[in-house]
């Protein structure tokens, strides 16, 4: 017999407005998932299949403030933070629509994008840090390749290939000694044993003019690029 202590209306929120499936609201109600069906169909409300179900899930679980940021003022095309969000393309335009985010034309999609970089930071991770391009752009947040050419517009000189190399294998060697690095205390002296590395190969990137100066007279943010 079928259970009449169930609160439709609050099958229907649960349903509609929650996002629950009608599996999880049987579970919650501890009755079949033909009874909540029933319920459902009985104030014509269509029963999603699993795929669009699932789909809806998706969509609510998508940062849409990070969408939004990433559209306007990165403007990083639909397509590419589909991607970066793992969902569909149609999902990102569907919900900036709703959000009522002027979509570009084809035309403004095909304009380059300017991304603005802090240079004084830039510099100092590739030139001091003795950091990649790839470790550079994941912290900034933009592909190595756009790190490249900011390094070539600002003048600093990019590492040769067997530069890269030993860098590459000196900061695995400094992440291998920092993963079992134990603080060591000297008997008798009371001080801990501290090992520096330093990569002494590469240009002589050290002694160059200041990015500040360098750009300063022609930028009108001289700390971004």
């Excluded at 990070?66 to 306007?72: A, E, G, H, L, P």
């Excluded at 149609?90 to 240079?119: F, H, W, Y």
Aim: some cysteine; charged content about 30%.
């Amino acid at each position: 017999m079928e259970r009449l202590d169930i609160d439709t209306e609050l099958i229907i929120d649960m349903y509609v407005n929650q996002g629950m499936s009608v599996k999880k609201i049987g579970k919650i109600f501890d009755v079949s998932t033909d009874t909540i069906s029933r319920r459902l169909k009985e104030k014509n409300i269509t029963i999603k299949s699993k795929a669009q179900a699932s789909r809806e899930i998706t969509e609510k679980q998508v940062d849409i403030e990070k969408m939004v940021d990433m559209y306007v003022n990165q403007r990083i095309t639909s397509i590419e933070i589909g991607r970066k969000l793992n969902v569909a393309c149609s999902t990102v335009c569907k919900k900036l629509n709703e959000l009522g985010v002027k979509m570009r034309t084809s035309t403004e999609a095909q304009q380059p994008r300017t991304i603005e970089l802090d240079i004084v930071k830039l510099e100092d991770m590739y030139v001091n840090q003795k950091m990649g391009c790839p470790e550079i752009g994941k912290i900034m947040g933009v592909d190595p390749k756009t790190i490249l050419k900011k390094l070539k517009i600002l003048g600093i000189p990019r590492r040769s290939k067997s530069e890269a190399i030993a860098l590459a294998h000196t900061q695995k060697k400094k992440d291998y000694s920092r993963k079992n690095m134990s603080v060591r205390n000297i008997v008798g002296r009371g001080s801990s044993c501290v090992e520096h590395q330093h990569f002494s190969g590469g240009p002589n990137l050290g002694n160059q003019t200041p990015i500040r100066k360098r750009l300063g007279g022609n930028s009108p943010n001289p700390t971004t690029i």
